[in-house]
């Protein structure tokens, strides 16, 4: 059995090793100088591999019973095992599996030596042109495509050649062209996991500033438009891992028009509690002013914009009447900006939407082209940070890579 994987990342070393250890031939298909260049990306560095707290919740997409069979058929417990069986020590963190280096380049070459001693055969700087379907299998057709020798034979074909998201690590968006080919339905995409650009002319005085907060959309009718964690503000908007949860959400809701965001910058005090901090202040600290009353609270960059949002000279000596105190505390819990675009594909970690669920077996393989297989992130499958997205390429990838060398 001949099997080609189109796509040298996450998803696609994981099919090569899978089919490659049923005693499939299998050739790898990268785009780029070397396989895994996405891999060295993520988690900052220090690859994120899975999530001890596994589940579909952290997941969207059309189908989630059908995420929830997959992870059933290759889950945390065989992806730990797998890692391990490559000879990688893992460490958990806050839920977060990492390898125990926490380096990522440590999960690269722990799939490119498996590679190595199976003998896939590795083909990088090789961008495919073409699948063409032919008897009892497909030729792939790569590099310069007039060439007679750049025409091979293989039996059957994964596709993991991801998303758009991070162009520069080889995703182009390539692979739907070739799912389109096979009538494959793509729904449509947008960035995930990314900074949201937001309304408003005080973003740059308020750029760098990191604390916790908690971000609602509102009108979100999906109910998973909330993430509590580190907010980051920046010159355009906001961002950080607590605005990466949402924002693939704020990208669908944007096509009918600008999407509103409340904050939380404060998220563990309740207004209640709030409030009796306040009026505590005006006893200990009367007659200072309203910068010297918030010092403290929340970032000085971030008190000083909200008090020029409230048209509140800071200055000016705190007056603590109910009417002031409830101004700064709705402020503080519900500081309101107006959403106007997601960060583009090149500053997105993931793909939100790809492939749709209905066009492929429980194996992955094409309902409308049989030997046809497709894993990882070209999927209309994507996750929350946290090593979720790395997970579904795992899961994937190995069931495809495995079916591919059964079939």
């Known amino acids: 059995m001949k099997i080609a994987v189109i796509g040298g990342g996450a998803a696609g070393l994981c099919a090569a090793v899978a089919a490659a250890r049923k005693n499939a031939y299998v050739t790898v298909f990268e785009k780029n100088d070397k396989v895994g260049k996405k891999i060295l990306m993520t988690g900052n560095g220090k690859c994120n591999l899975t999530n001890t707290n596994l589940s579909s919740d952290y997941y969207y997409s059309e189908d989630r ?127 995930a996991l990314g900074g949201v650009k937001c309304e408003g002319n005080f973003w740059k005085s308020v750029s760098g500033v990191r604390c916790g907060a908690s971000v609602q959309i509102l009108d979100d009718t999906t109910g998973e438009g909330y993430s509590i964690g580190e907010i980051q503000l920046t010159d355009y908007g906001i961002s950080g891992i607590v605005v990466f949860q949402i924002s693939r959400i704020v990208a669908s809701m944007l096509d009918n028009g600008k999407v509103k965001i409340s904050i939380d910058l404060l998220p563990d005090l309740d207004e209640d509690t709030l409030s009796n901090e306040f009026f505590a202040r005006a006893l200990v600290l009367n007659g200072r002013t309203y910068e010297q009353i918030l010092n403290g609270f929340i970032n000085k960059k971030l008190s000083a914009c909200i008090l020029k949002r409230l048209n509140i000279n800071p200055n000016d000596v705190a007056k603590f009447d109910e009417k002031t105190v409830n101004k700064l505390i709705n402020e503080i819990k519900h500081f309101k900006v107006v959403a106007t675009g997601v960060n583009p594909f090149d500053q997105a970690q993931t793909t939100a939407g790809g492939i749709k669920l209905k066009c492929i077996s429980k194996n992955f393989e094409s309902i409308h082209q049989p030997g046809i297989f497709y894993a990882g992130e070209i999927l209309d499958v994507d996750g929350i940070c946290g090593g979720y997205n790395l997970q579904w390429a795992w899961s994937s990838g190995f069931i495809a890579g495995e079916a591919a060398a059964k079939c």
């Open 65 to 191: 019973s059908f995420i929830s069979d997959v992870f059933d058929r290759f889950g945390l417990d065989d992806t730990i095992r797998f890692f391990g069986g490559l000879g990688l020590l893992l460490t958990e963190k806050r839920g977060g599996v990492y390898p125990n280096s926490e380096q990522a380049s440590a999960v690269l070459d722990a799939l490119r030596f498996e590679t190595e001693a199976l003998n896939v055969s590795l083909k990088c700087g090789c961008n495919v042109k073409d699948i063409v379907k032919c008897k009892d299998g497909f030729n792939i057709i790569f590099g310069d495509a007039d060439n007679a020798k750049n025409n091979e034979f293989f039996d059957r074909v994964i596709i993991t050649t991801g998303g758009k998201a991070a162009p520069k690590t080889g995703s182009d968006g390539s692979g739907y062209v070739f799912a389109s080919k096979f009538k494959d339905e793509v729904s449509k995409l947008y960035p």
